[in-house]
């Protein structure tokens, strides 16, 4: 991430004089080690690398485990050696405790090894979830309005859990039947050499045709995710507009969007099990071990081997079954956990535009905003174009224009929710992005039009953003200025009342409030007012006004309304139209000399 | 257990299932596959008794070779080999068919469940939605059905691997009962590990499933909020509470690891045992010249042959409850019952649209009675307006229309039928709703207009489109009505996706319109031009305003004043006003506030000034 934003430096315009500063992502954690993004194998790498120990049980229970695997058939052989050159039971019982003894051991070395592998997956998932979250909330806006919710909510739920499968059964398996094949191919070479035949195929064919399934599968997996993922998101759609959806009686619409999905998910998923159907590993086991066979025999009928070796390579032969039966699915694992690590990487890779000076601008924001020329545009197309002005401190502006004139995304400007594309944006003089973010956000409050609430209290939701050390009583004073101190008390719980999804069902106006209760907490400098939600019914109107008026008072304020009076009684007010600053001034110098700002005003009398 | 178990308690619709009901659920998803099901477990038990006959035939090898302790001739061993080398192949072809085929059926049946959970989130009422995070619901249908139909398949495999085992069993004893025993032996220590295995794994897979519900709704929600998060700069308080989940569910699943791989290891321990025992025994009875090499050798691969289709049922337990507990979760959302109920199937081929509430009751909650007894009719194609106070019950009574929520006394009559004996998918094809924050499917403008009537072509959307506000706000958008309008509509203004939704209920042609604050969220520029478009739309439809702009509710044909769930006042604009009730105080109180002149806080000025012009109408 720093590598990516040192790059960005070149576009950016540096202050003459000064040296290149850090920029970082807006939102990140520290002391949290740099992971390696390079490749996939390196990134879980700079995972475990913290995990010296467990990393080492695992290997080493996993070795250990193997040993036993391959060691049981050749203790089986001298059993079968002993008996059958005519020894003793004491012999044979020896030969016995030995196999209890490796046996035990193996067991507790497999319990470690397995145990191990599961402890590096959920840290490596555990840790992935924490990198994705980071990276997420250091994303800027603009990244965020780009994607579907529910593809990033598949992306840190399903695609991580597939982490786990990496280690186990992955990792897990695959050391263990790579060991499994050094192992029994040692001691198939140590009865004797010439029996190397068998296995030999196998290992040659066996693992051709392995490559070349993985690659057949590899598309596939890839494929899965993507359509998973978009399935995901059509659902959470139809979910989160479930009002809409019965509204309109659309429930089919939305079945037939998910069933398209979820049919590309069933095909995608079918010709991944008829692509593991046809795995010739197994089939070229089969003959291996029967040529094997015929050649242990032919061997033993010339008294080449003994016929405990002759017991030992069957044994031996048959502990190829498992890496070859189970190497399909472990490798079918590793591919959706490596497929998930790719799409997770590709997430916290994403260049985001914004990024902060970790040495930035700190001052008390007096509240002068100076605009230069700003362009901004989303993919190439302007939303606003050479916009000029400057804003006294403690001045109310009213932005007006027609919806889809720019003036949200003006006001979004200020607090660098998106950077300005030309031109810069200036306040008390200093470039917006020369700012320390942390002290540019937390001066400037914005009640949005769409007010989100979290789902926690009322409380906890008007003090999101307040400073550390606010009490009870400031909350309730905020909520009292922002008239919001009433209803809530009206709720059973009062202030611990649950809000969001899952809590009490609030209106516009009610959410307004809190907002504004929010906003007097943080005593912000400068206030930017989306107050497009009217939903005060008109008996609350005037508790609202009057909030709004308090909470307007000594600081510079940016206003979008549609109450009139608010527009008329500003200090100034910019129009705007498709984008551009056609006018600014008072009500009085606008009225009559600016055509679409009279035309508000044109049924009404009293104010021309 | 203890502290960290917190907030991973169930939903409030999650119920129990005993596992045979859940079986026999899932059973009935199989039923159209049943004959590839069928050939599936032939395939499968042949192949494992195909793998089982190995043994027997190397075992009748190892005899002859053993009994003057030399060589035969090799070509005795010929036709032996050549059995091996025709049975792997066999095998192979075999579990190829069986695989090829299996996959398919997964793959329906996986797809079939998703369509049956999809369709029950669609048909669960407005309730259901308020009070479950979408983003657990979402978890139901594409995660928890995916090990649902791993459940039918391994119990096939299992089936198959138990008649083998039986088979092998028989023979087993009919070549030597006391070794046959031996081996025998390790079956009850299996299941009865097995079984102990199967309880804690449900339970923690429950839990592990639970914690990342949690953790799934706290991740939507910071991308929710990100915007508010980030005004306020609070990444890292978020982050702080998702650390805390991401910590619950890792020691969760650490523990859900050790659970899991503590079992194989168990079963093989056992299985050791087995192997051991017969290596002494027969060792020795060998050693007594009472059995041959052979079936020494036999009994030793019988255990390590016995092992496969042993642990493959205890692996299937691990499976199976994770299939199960999926299952449980998938059927608890199909079963949940929708509060909204419809007692008849009648359909609704056209409305005229006369609404009568009679003596109806409803709550939220049991401490939340929003209407006691509320009886009106309006007749078809009124226009009426409620107002009153937040919490006068005016959204409800639009929800309660729409069939969102269901009242628990009283009627509802629409055009003299009990609402409840219409079809409800064919009634709500006659409403239109527009809401304050319209929600837009991602698509183009277009595709959101005709949401309603998908079958629509450009040209209808566009002349839709145009009827409202004259078209000119179509001007704005970069591509016309083929803009796309992002996630939510998130591209679009709050203004902008009011005029589509607008658009779209007029592309709905319903017979009852219901505004909820509708046009609340429009710029002065745009309002008088909504004006217009609603007098269109409106026109010859009954519509129910929940409006707080002066001009939409005295245009209304009929206000009703509610307070507190009751009608305090009912009559037009004008009549209103003359009676001097409360009405004619809350239009003053509005005219004050959307007048340019007002101020807030000068109050009693302003009412001053208002009596002096004679509550003349703004704008008319």
């Known amino acids: 991430m720093i590598r990516s934003s040192v790059a960005d430096e070149s576009r950016r315009i540096a202050p003459p004089g000064a040296a290149a500063p850090e920029r970082l992502a807006e939102f990140r954690v520290e002391g949290v080690p740099p992971y390696d993004y390079r490749s996939t194998l390196r990134w879980l790498w700079s995972h475990n690398r913290h995990s010296p120990w467990v990393l080492f049980l695992a290997v080493t229970g996993v070795i250990l485990t193997t040993a036993r695997n391959v060691g049981t058939p050749i203790i089986i052989g001298l059993a079968f050696e002993e008996v059958t050159s005519g020894g003793s039971f004491e012999g044979l019982f020896r030969i016995a405790m030995l196999l209890l003894v490796v046996g035990v051991a193996g067991n507790l070395a497999d319990v470690v090894g397995a145990y191990s592998f599961s402890v590096l997956g959920a840290r490596v998932q555990k840790e992935a979830r924490a990198e994705l979250t980071v990276s997420l909330l250091g994303k800027s806006q603009t990244f965020h309005n780009q994607q579907r919710i529910g593809d990033l909510m598949a992306r840190s739920t399903n695609d991580i859990r597939t982490f786990w499968n990496i280690y186990d059964p992955g990792a897990s398996i695959f050391l263990d039947n790579i060991m499994t094949l050094i192992f029994a191919t040692a001691a198939i070479a140590f009865i004797n050499p010439e029996l190397l035949l068998g296995p030999g195929l196998f290992i040659v064919f066996g693992g051709i045709t392995l490559a070349i399934y993985a690659r057949q599968l590899n598309p596939l997996v890839i494929q899965e995710r993507e359509v998973f993922g978009r399935t995901n998101a059509t659902l959470n759609e139809a979910v989160s507009g479930i009002e809409t959806v019965k509204a309109s009686a659309q429930e089919r619409q939305e079945e037939r969007k998910f069933f398209r999905g979820a049919t590309d998910v069933r095909n995608v998923a079918v010709a991944i099990g008829q692509l593991q159907a046809r795995y010739y590993p197994l089939l070229i086991l089969a003959v291996a071990t029967a040529i094997g066979a015929a050649q242990a025999f032919w061997l033993f009928s010339e008294g080449e081997i003994s016929s405990g070796g002759l017991v030992a390579f069957l044994g031996l032969m048959l502990t190829y079954r498992f890496p070859a039966e189970i190497s399909i699915w472990t490798i079918s694992m590793v591919q959706q956990g490596f497929a998930g690590v790719r799409r997770i990487i590709e997430i916290i890779q994403t260049d985001t535009e914004l990024d902060e000076r970790v040495d930035g601008h700190a001052a008390r924001v007096e509240g002068e905003i100076t605009f230069e020329g700003v362009t901004f545009g989303y993919g190439g197309r302007p939303v606003l174009e050479d916009l000029s002005f400057t804003i006294q401190p403690g001045q109310t502006v009213a932005i007006v224009g027609q919806t889809g004139s720019g003036k949200s995304t003006l006001t979004k400007l200020v607090n660098r929710t998106y950077d300005v594309t030309e031109g810069r944006i200036l306040i008390d003089g200093v470039d917006v992005r020369e700012w320390n973010l942390d002290s540019l956000r937390s001066q400037i409050g914005a009640i949005e039009q769409d007010i989100f609430l979290f789902s926690r209290s009322i409380r906890d939701n008007i003090a999101f953003g307040a400073p550390p050390g606010t009490t009870e009583e400031d909350i309730i004073e905020a909520a009292r200025g922002a008239q919001a101190d009433g209803f809530i008390r009206q709720f059973k719980d009062g202030y611990d009342t649950e809000t969001g999804e899952r809590g009490v069902s609030l209106s516009g106006g009610q959410r307004q409030r809190l907002a504004i209760a929010r906003a007097l907490l943080t005593d912000p400098r400068i206030l930017i007012l989306d107050d497009a939600t009217s939903a005060i019914d008109s008996a609350t109107e005037d508790e609202i006004q009057l909030a709004l008026q308090k909470v307007q008072h000594g600081r510079t304020t940016l206003m979008i309304t549609h109450r009139l009076s608010q527009i008329r009684w500003a200090d100034r007010i910019l129009v705007l139209d498709g984008g551009r600053l056609v006018d600014q001034g008072s009500h009085d110098e606008l009225m009559g000399r600016c055509a679409i700002y009279t035309r508000i005003f044109s049924r009404y009398d009293s104010a021309a | ?620």
């Open chain 2, 1 to 620: 257990m203890g502290f960290f178990m917190d907030g991973l308690e169930a939903e409030d619709y999650d119920r129990k299932y005993s596992d045979k009901d859940l079986v026999g659920r899932i059973v009935t998803y199989f039923r159209d596959h049943r004959k590839t099901m069928l050939v599936v477990a032939l395939l499968a038990f042949s192949a494992s008794v195909l793998g089982a006959v190995i043994p027997f035939l190397i075992s009748s090898v190892i005899d002859r070779l053993g009994e003057d302790g030399s060589a035969v001739a090799f070509s005795d061993v010929v036709p032996i080999v050549a059995a091996l080398f025709a049975s792997g192949i066999l095998v192979w072809v075999l579990n190829f068919c069986r695989q090829w085929l299996s996959a398919r059926v997964v793959g329906d049946v996986i797809l079939a469940i998703r369509k049956d959970g999809f369709r029950a989130v669609m048909k669960r009422d407005m309730s259901f939605f308020d009070q479950y995070p979408s983003g657990k619901i979402v978890s139901r249908v594409t995660s928890d059905t995916q090990s649902f139909a791993s459940v039918a398949t391994l119990t096939l495999d299992l089936m198959s691997q138990v008649l083998m085992v039986l088979v092998l069993a028989g023979l087993l004893i009919w070549v030597n009962p006391l070794l046959g025993a031996i081996a025998l032996s390790i079956t009850p220590l299996v299941a009865v590990a097995a079984l102990a295995f199967r309880r804690i794994a449900r339970r923690t897979i429950q839990q592990a499933q639970r914690s990342t519900a949690r953790l799934n709704s706290m991740v939507q929600e910071s991308m929710t909020g990100i915007s508010v998060a980030k005004a306020f700069r609070r990444e890292r308080a978020l982050y702080a509470e998702f650390t805390e989940a991401n910590e619950q569910s890792y020691r969760i699943n650490l523990r859900e690891g050790f659970v899991f791989t503590s079992i194989f290891p168990i079963l093989i321990t056992i299985s050791g045992l087995g192997t051991l025992a017969i290596l002494l025994v027969g060792g020795d009875r060998v050693l007594d010249g009472e059995i041959s090499y052979g079936e020494w050798y036999l009994f030793i691969q019988a255990v390590a042959i016995f092992w496969g289709p042993i642990t493959s049922i205890a692996s299937f337990w691990s499976q199976f409850q994770l299939g199960l507990a999926a299952s449980e979760r998938v059927f608890a959302l199909i079963d949940a019952e929708p509060a909204v109920q419809q007692t008849g199937d009648r359909p609704v081929p056209a409305l005229r649209g006369e609404i009568t509430f009679d003596n109806l009751v409803f709550r939220y909650s049991d401490q939340e009675t929003v209407f006691d007894g509320l009886s009106f009719t309006i007749p078809a194609g009124q226009t009426v307006a409620f107002v009153g106070h937040t919490g006068a019950g005016k959204s409800s009574i639009g929800k309660l229309i729409a069939r969102y929520y269901e009242f628990q006394g009283g009627r509802m009559l629409i055009d003299g039928h009990d609402v409840r004996e219409f079809n409800l998918e064919s009634y709500r094809q006659r409403l239109g709703v527009v809401t304050q924050v319209p929600f837009l499917f991602s698509g183009t403008v277009a595709d959101n207009i005709r949401y309603g009537r998908p079958d629509a072509t450009d040209e209808d959307v566009l002349a839709v489109a145009k009827r409202i506000a004259g078209g000119e706000w179509l001007d704005v958008l970069p591509d016309g009505i083929a803009t796309d309008v992002g996630e939510e509509g998130k591209s679009l203004s709050l203004g902008q996706r009011q005029l589509v939704a607008l658009a779209r209920l007029l592309m709905q042609d319903p017979a009852i319109v219901i505004l909820d604050e509708a046009t609340a969220s429009v710029d002065p520029l745009t309002e008088a031009q909504i004006q217009e478009a609603l007098d269109v739309a409106l026109e010859g439809r009954t519509a129910i305003v929940i409006a707080h702009r002066l001009s939409t509710i005295q245009e209304a044909d009929r206000i009703i004043v509610l307070d507190h769930g009751r009608i305090i006042e009912d009559g037009t604009h004008r009549g209103l006003l003359q009676g001097g009730g409360h009405y004619a105080h809350l239009f003053n109180t509005y005219f004050r506030h959307q007048s340019p002149d007002y101020r807030p806080g000068q109050a009693a000025e302003a009412e001053r000034q208002l009596e002096e012009r004679e509550l003349a109408p703004a704008g008319s």
